[in-house]
């Protein structure tokens, strides 16, 4: 079975700093890839997503992400961070062999003055 | 556009009460699928269901019950509510082809077992 870990639970930046969200995952198929955020009190929504093709996925409100297949990686990249961007961060995977979309526990990012 | 529709909102149960968390989407999505949010474990999935008629489980499926009867809805049952069920629950839904498209969420159930 699919599994994700978000190896930080917590990441504290200044802003206008760059931040990079760590994501990997463990799968014995070819994989899906998901980055959600989370607003305080609102659901999820999708920031960007790797199907297949070009390893470098670019998203809303200027974040990107990498696929490394040899790293089993997904990482979460911004050049420079918002106070706006303070919210829950979720990194999920899929794969084509069952309809399963699992999560990771999320990161929450902190935006520091 | 009303997206995914949860009701309700917020709930209190006592321990071994049931109740039913409804769901239902108007993009004529067949994928939906249902998780909890705790802190600390993200969200963790319960059951989904990949059209009318087809349900599965997911991560954490004990305690609980869903049918897809048709496909806008897409309700939870909790039989016999237990303390460990206090979460906040998401149910999601996508277009055909659900692992490999956005998950469109909705706002959120609180729920409280005392």
């Known amino acids: 079975a699919q599994s994700v870990t978000q190896l930080d639970s917590q990441v504290p930046v200044f802003e206008e700093a760059p931040v990079e969200l760590r994501c990997n995952y463990s799968?014995?198929?070819?994989?899906?890839l998901f980055w959600y955020v989370q607003y305080p009190n609102q659901g999820l929504q999708l920031l960007l997503k790797y199907l297949s093709g070009s390893t470098l996925v670019k998203g809303i409100n200027g974040f990107e992400a990498e696929f490394n297949k040899s790293q089993t990686s997904f990482h979460l990249r911004k050049p420079s961070v918002h106070i706006s961007d303070t919210a829950e961060y979720f990194c999920?995977?899929?794969?084509?062999?069952?309809?399963?979309?699992?999560f990771g526990k999320g990161t929450r990012l902190h935006i520091l003055p | 556009n009303a997206g995914v529709t949860q009701t309700p909102k917020f709930q209190v149960l006592k321990t071994g009460q049931s109740m039913t968390l409804q769901c239902a989407q108007d993009m004529n999505h067949e994928y939906m699928s249902w998780y909890r949010q705790d802190p600390g474990m993200g969200l963790r999935l319960i059951h989904y269901?990949?059209?009318?008629?087809?349900?599965d489980q997911g991560e954490v499926p004990n305690g609980y019950n869903v049918s897809r009867s048709t496909t806008e809805d897409f309700p939870l049952r909790l039989l016999s509510a237990a303390p460990s069920q206090t979460s906040v629950y998401f149910c999601?839904?996508?277009?055909?082809?659900?692992?490999?498209?956005?998950?469109?969420f909705g706002e959120g159930s609180r729920l409280t077992v005392l």
């Open positions: 269901s990949v059209g009318a008629g087809i349900t």
């Open positions: 799968s014995s198929v070819s994989v899906y």
């Open positions: 999601a839904s996508s277009q055909s082809g659900g692992v490999t498209g956005e998950l469109f």
């Open positions: 999920a995977v899929s794969t084509n062999r069952d309809d399963k979309i699992i």
